[in-house]
């Protein structure tokens, strides 16, 4: 069974920065289509970046500019690097894999931004 695993959250105040990890175990991890999500308290899960095998990204309008989704199939790992985090980036952050015609999820890690 596939497995996801995120890192990397916490608290932060309003302006600092956050990289979260995600390390993937039993995929063919290069193959895959990475992408992260998050899901404030009362709303639904949005996406928030995706990243290709190919290394193609694509971001939601609120996080261009200021998230950068990477990854390094080498290590199984993707990434997402977040700098000038506003309040209403918190949530809690979840890593998906896509691919094959399935998808797997990570158990998520929190981020709260506030001062």
């Known amino acids: 069974q596939a497995q996801l695993v995120e890192s990397g959250g916490g608290l932060v105040q309003p302006g600092g920065s956050l990289r979260l990890s995600c390390a993937a175990s039993?995929?063919?991890?290069?193959?895959?289509?990475m992408a992260w999500y998050r899901q404030a308290p009362g709303k639904q899960r949005e996406l928030v970046a995706t990243?290709?095998?190919?290394?193609?990204?694509n971001y939601a309008d609120s996080v261009k500019g200021r998230f950068t989704i990477s990854r390094v199939n080498a290590k199984n790992t993707v990434y997402l690097q977040m700098n000038s985090l506003k309040p209403e980036d918190t949530a809690v952050y979840y890593c998906?894999?896509?691919?094959?015609?399935?998808?797997?999820w990570g158990q998520g890690t929190q981020v709260a931004v506030s001062s």
């Open positions: 998906n894999a896509g691919g094959l015609g399935r998808a797997y």
């Open positions: 039993r995929i063919s991890f290069s193959i895959y289509i």
């Open positions: 990243i290709t095998s190919g290394g193609s990204t």
